[in-house]
């Protein structure tokens, strides 16, 4: 319930913040994911080497390869600590929110079906933990 609310907050505030001034979106989403993903590498570097010295036997890095460590470097995977799994829904709607915006700006009633059969194509196939969820 509380990442819905978070995410239904997010959205309106970016569209609010927008609203006003429509220009550059996809450069704003940029902005937005370079900040957040730089604040993650530096956690990242500090904390993932000295989980995998002290807890390097546990099964979070059981599958530790290269591949594993790289898709949770870029927030693919949430493997190395399960807190971080909303980081990548997060990067996710930073990249699709330009093309929504826009979509939503020319015709409101479209987009807002289009989302809708999404959502209900995903929650008929079980799939509750998409990104439309």
């Known amino acids: 319930m509380a990442i819905s609310i978070f995410l239904f907050l997010s ?3 970016l569209y609010k913040s927008n609203v006003q001034n ?3 979106l996809m450069q704003k989403s940029f902005t937005r994911l370079s900040k957040i993903m730089i604040n993650y590498w530096v956690v990242f ?3 993932i080497p000295a989980g995998l010295y ?3 036997n546990s099964d979070r890095f059981q ?3 290269i591949m594993d460590f790289l898709r949770n470097f870029i927030a693919l995977s949430s493997s190395y600590n399960g807190e971080w799994w909303f980081l990548y829904d997060y990067i996710l709607l930073l990249l699709i929110f330009p093309v929504t915006f826009q979509a939503f700006q020319r015709n409101a009633w479209v987009t807002l079906l289009i989302s ?3 959502f209900y194509n ?3 196939r079980g799939n509750y933990y998409s990104i439309m969820y």
């Open 11 to 13: 959205g309106y505030g």
């Open 22 to 24: 429509p220009h550059h």
């Open 45 to 47: 570097l500090l904390f």
């Open 54 to 56: 002290f807890f390097g």
């Open 63 to 65: 599958n530790n390869s």
């Open 116 to 118: 809708g059969l999404v």
């Open 122 to 124: 995903s929650y008929s």
